[in-house]
């Protein structure tokens, strides 16, 4: 059983990482070297290309629009629910993954429905608000107690395990990345907490496009180049 086990776990091995090789591909960003300065058509395709910016970003544009110009808290949140509904039957329709489409309607109809049973707008942001102290909550606890989440992740990613704990470059640039990610969930908050005790809720919709997708494919790509470059430096060393 031992020895069957073992094989089959020799099989998945490259397989995984073929499949996680392919992901990269896809995503634009393994096509680019260390240093190289991403362009708007590498970042787009990061974060899901044209169609995935649509759906991230429109939502919360049509909610601050028609809020702003009609202060109807209804209309407002559920003509995001609307639009959500759209993408999903789109890409039923073309065949295409509906997970990204589908996790937007259930995070949108959770914000409408706070708004709609409170009669407060600013109440459609409070998940959002939620998830960022999650967040950063998780990325702090992580560095205190020396396991970087990012480090986490891309070991996981690389079928490296925990052997960039061994690595002292690896390790400042996964502790590096962490920072990073926190720091933007940290500046969400700094930025969105005080504008929704205000209840302006011109203000906190348009900071949370400003600091949602932009800031996010830009952190996306400060990250992989930080960790490529880490680990191609390591894997010079290991060859000299």
């Keep these: 059983m031992s020895a069957q086990g073992d094989g089959d776990r020799d099989t998945e091995i490259p397989s995984f990482r073929q499949s996680v090789g392919d992901a990269l591909r896809k995503s634009g960003l393994g096509r680019v070297t260390p240093g190289e300065v991403p362009t708007a058509r590498s970042l787009i395709t990061a974060i899901g290309g044209v169609r995935g910016l649509v759906e991230s970003i429109l939502p919360g544009l049509g909610f601050l629009v028609i809020y702003t110009l009609t202060k109807n808290v209804t209309l407002a949140v559920l ?124 203000w906190l919709g348009a900071m949370k496009l400003l600091l949602g997708v932009p800031l996010y494919a830009g952190l996306l790509w400060v990250t992989w180049l930080l960790v490529r470059a880490a680990y191609a430096k390591a894997g010079e060393r290991s060859t000299e």
Excluded: C, D, M
């Design 79 to 202: 003509a995001p629910v609307a639009l959500a509904v759209v993408f999903v039957v789109v890409r039923l329709l073309t065949r295409s993954p509906v997970s990204q489409a589908l996790a937007g309607i259930i995070g949108i109809g959770i914000s409408a429905a706070l708004a709609l049973l409170s009669g407060r707008a600013e109440q459609n942001f409070l998940p959002g608000i939620i998830i960022n102290v999650v967040s950063v909550t998780v990325l702090l606890v992580s560095i205190a107690v020396r396991w970087p989440l990012i480090g986490v992740i891309v070991g996981f990613l690389t079928n490296e395990g925990f052997e960039w704990r061994q690595n002292t470059s690896k390790r400042r640039v996964l502790y590096l990345a962490t920072w990073l990610w926190a720091g933007l969930f940290a500046l969400r908050l700094i930025v969105e907490v005080p504008l929704y005790w205000a209840r302006n809720v011109e």
